[in-house]
């Protein structure tokens, strides 16, 4: 399952743990999102470099204290009206000044110093713990059932029969008004979620969203990636006064070599080795630009969602269920990277009539 493994056993967390496993492929071997190796800190090697780090540490905590005391003498020596000119500040109150820099200064270096401590000396393990079993001991789920019980009984509720089946009316009566105003929701979202602007007309050129100029294969690297919308969606928004055009067509466009790609969607929807898909995630429709060229993933900032763009964007961890959306490539005869067509199915997250 693992191609190497690396990593102290953990000591003092309370929670059993182990070795973390710097995992390659999993049983099928299917490509995982790879760790990096753990690699040791001089200040773990060399005990002189943990010395120069401590006393550097200890030298910005005293420093900071210096300040503090240098602050107080401000409050105190520094007269409140003197003015002094400070370039970009201009003419400021000498007494805020020193008292806002030395204080500043002091908690700057406390909170420097923290985070050289944290990084260079505090334990350095990369561990594993597993999460408790979610479900309940059979003793408290029975002591539940039984408190239920006991409430049902001191309730009344089974003894007294009319108040029982007059409640049950009025509940089940409860959802009804909901289900009228549903109809107030409008239309069914089904064919307004199934097309997008890249479906307007085949062929569609592509605009860096950034640059405001249309893409040709040679504007991309590979490892490089490029926002972009199809062009002539600032006319249509326009016209339909709203962005939600926008919303759906947004893509990302990426490079990698052609071989990397085992796309199975078709052989030809990527044009040499450019592949482009939707921006919005497939969880809840965060817009993603999170790419690592080295394992082909793009990763959601919202919940991890991570995808293999090298394998029709399939969801290798996180909670997507669904693949990112694929749009096939090619270009014209003036040789501008263009959209073949409209996405082959529905954009964002999953909804109920997607089929
Ligand atoms: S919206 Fe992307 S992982 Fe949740």
Redesign the pocket.
């Known amino acids: 399952m693992s191609d190497t493994t690396h990593g102290d056993t953990g000591h003092g967390h309370g929670h059993e743990v182990e070795p973390i496993t710097y995992t390659q492929s999993d049983e099928r071997g299917r490509i995982l999102l790879g760790l990096d190796e753990h690699r040791s800190r001089r200040t773990d090697t060399s005990q002189r470099a943990a010395k120069r780090a401590e006393r550097q540490i200890a030298g910005m905590f005293t420093f900071a204290a210096i300040c503090f005391v240098a602050a107080i003498a401000a409050y105190l020596l520094v007269p409140k009206h003197d003015i002094v000119w400070v370039p970009v500040l201009g003419n400021v109150s000498a007494s805020n000044l020193s008292l806002g820099g030395l204080i500043g200064l002091g908690t700057l270096l406390i909170g420097v110093g923290a985070i050289q401590w944290a990084r260079a000396l505090m334990p350095d393990e990369e561990v594993i713990q597993e999460r408790h079993e979610l479900r309940g001991s059979d003793e408290a789920r029975e002591d539940t059932i039984e408190q239920f019980r006991r409430g049902a009984q001191e309730s009344g509720f089974m003894s007294r029969p009319i108040i029982r089946r007059s409640l049950l009316g009025a509940m089940a009566l409860f959802p009804l008004p909901i289900a009228f105003l549903l109809g107030d929701l409008g239309t069914a979202p089904d064919d307004k979620l199934r097309h997008t602007a890249w479906g307007n007309k085949p062929r569609t050129r592509i605009l860096n969203q950034g640059s405001g100029q249309m893409v040709r294969p040679e504007d991309l690297a590979v490892g490089g990636l490029i926002n972009a919308i199809p062009v002539g969606l600032t006319e249509l928004e326009e016209q339909e006064g709203s962005q939600n055009a926008r919303a759906k067509a947004a893509i990302i466009l990426v490079r990698m070599n052609p071989d990397e790609i085992k796309s199975t969607q078709g052989p030809n929807w990527d044009y040499e080795g450019i592949v482009a898909y939707s921006k919005i995630?497939t969880?809840?429709?965060?817009p993603?630009s999170l790419y690592q060229q080295r394992t082909h993933s793009l990763l959601?900032p919202?919940?991890?969602?991570t995808f293999d763009l090298s394998d029709s964007g399939r969801a290798v961890f996180?909670?997507?269920a669904r693949h990112m959306p694929q749009l096939q490539l090619d270009v014209d005869s003036e040789g501008y990277l263009v959209a073949v067509g409209d996405f082959a199915e529905p954009v964002g997250p999953s909804f109920w009539e997607r089929g």
Do not use: R
């Open positions: 995630c969880h809840v429709g965060c993603i959601c919202c919940h991890q969602s996180g909670p997507a």
